[in-house]
């Protein structure tokens, strides 16, 4: 199975810009269908963006959708998500998730998850 390891977090000031990576471990990245999830506090767990196991197709949240990219370089089994513009809206703990299967939105539709890193934006 596949380990995760978020970094990237800190603390930034609103219109600032952010990338978290995801190091990948014990299993090539590219066997996986990948994605952020963010939880903000008092809130769910939200889907935040995916990628196809080799890029070739992505997917947003309304809510981040023209401000943040996600991409993934399997050669070096890394998952990224480049944040622009960043708003307070944005605070959470941010996770990249993994699944063998193609999954959707749902945090439920995937089987590996990082332990987080936090992302605060101060207005």
């Known amino acids: 199975q596949v380990q995760l390891v978020e970094s990237g977090g800190g603390l930034v000031q609103a219109g600032d810009s952010l990338r978290l990576s995801c190091a990948a471990s014990g299993r090539t990245l590219s066997s996986y269908y990948a994605g952020w999830f963010r939880r903000a506090p008092g809130k769910e767990r939200e889907f935040v963006a995916a990628i196809s196991w080799y890029g070739e197709s992505t997917d947003y949240a309304d809510s981040v959708k023209g401000r943040f990219s996600i991409s993934r370089d399997n050669a070096k089994n890394t998952l990224y998500l480049q944040m622009n513009s960043l708003k307070p809206e944005d605070t959470a703990v941010y996770y990249c998730?993994?699944?063998?299967?193609?999954?959707?939105?749902?945090?439920?539709?995937?089987?590996?998850w990082g332990q987080g890193t936090q992302v605060t934006v101060s207005s």
């Open positions: 998730a993994a699944d063998r299967t193609k999954s959707a939105r749902r945090p439920n539709e995937y089987d590996y």
